[in-house]
């Protein structure tokens, strides 16, 4: 099956026709590629888990098109929620809301919560829309690869993971690089179940307070099981002292190096720079792992990002992804 072109609207239309008919469908949001499929049909969401052979348990991000088709699938999200769409909506944050009864089960993993998001990106926009004119009212997506692996931020990423059995829609390269943003607000105190590139302070400015951790309590949530977002090469996390030290000598063969600091050529390894940027570095993370296993590589070594909030979405994903 060919990638479409998803800026055209016959591409949109055919997308949003498999979706109604229960297929699936790979599309792009400003963070990530998501796999997706009608998340009020629990037949049609569990293919999602299937293909990408994910636990069933795990929940999925349900997508929508606007604010009002929360409604759909949660309760009343109360003022916090209400005020996080206003100020967020769209964009990388997906609210984990208390779930109406008898919908999105499979899209929530079983669970009484349910996450759902409202994309920016103009294609999926334009998907959901269009899903809306034909009953659906959203599109149960968690990232299109294998579960536990590097998510795709490119159409080729997708095909990659899956061939080409699957409708693609190219909306070209994802703009954030990245996962949304999870809060909960499904309990009596927000908290932040992972970070994504929005700030964490952003959000806390919004609900005048600061964001809990997560608890024992907590609603499970996509990605944030403790080893996820691994490439086929070991992710390895050092300090900048250390791997300056390593860095100075000849590394093991297979090695390659993403890093603020500079190697020297003794060490003979494969090196791409880290952004100082957390934006720039956010963008580029999962193509920059892929493109070390297509390279190669059999272990990254990978200068642990600097301290601060708005480094936290990228020190979360590479943490997970030294934990595999």
Avoid at 18 to 37: I, K, Q
Avoid at 160 to 177: K, R, T, W, Y
Avoid at 239 to 257: I, R
Wanted: proline share 9%; charged share 20%.
């Amino acid at each position: 099956m060919p990638i479409l072109d998803g800026t055209l609207p016959a591409a949109i239309t055919s997308a949003a026709e498999r979706l109604r008919d229960g297929g699936l469908v790979a599309f792009p949001t400003e963070t990530v590629y998501g796999l997706g499929a009608r998340a009020d049909h629990d037949v049609a969401t569990a293919a999602v888990f299937a293909v990408k052979g994910r636990p069933d348990d795990h929940p999925l991000i349900v997508h929508v098109a606007d604010a009002a088709a929360v409604a759909e699938f949660a309760e009343a999200p109360g003022p916090v929620a209400e005020a996080l769409m206003a100020r967020f909506w769209p964009g990388p944050l997906t609210l984990i809301l208390r779930r109406r009864e008898g919908r999105g089960e499979a899209a929530a993993g079983g669970q009484a919560t349910i996450g759902i998001r409202m994309p920016s990106h103009p294609v999926a926009q334009a998907l959901l829309r269009e899903a809306v004119r034909l009953g659906v009212h959203g599109v149960a997506a968690p990232s299109a690869n294998r579960f536990g692996r590097v998510s795709p931020t490119t159409a080729q990423h997708v095909r990659g993971e899956f061939g080409d059995g699957l409708l693609i829609l190219d909306g070209g390269a994802c703009e954030v690089g990245i996962e949304s943003a999870i809060v909960d607000c499904s309990g009596e105190r927000p908290a932040l179940l992972r970070p994504g590139a929005l700030d964490r302070r952003e959000i806390e400015a919004v609900i005048g307070a600061p964001l809990a951790a997560p608890g024992a309590d907590s609603p499970r949530a996509s990605g944030t099981l403790e080893s996820h977002y691994a490439p086929a090469a070991k992710v390895r996390l050092y300090d900048s002292a250390s791997l300056t030290a390593m860095l100075a000598k000849p590394a093991p063969a297979g090695v390659a190096v993403y890093s603020r600091v500079v190697p020297s050529p003794a060490s003979g390894v494969r090196h791409r720079p880290m952004p100082a940027d957390p934006a720039a570095a956010a963008h580029e993370l999962f193509a920059a792992l892929r493109g070390f296993d297509a390279a190669g590589a059999s272990v990254v070594w990978v200068e642990q990002p600097p301290a601060g909030p708005e480094w936290d979405g990228v020190r979360d994903r590479l943490t997970r992804a030294a934990a595999a």
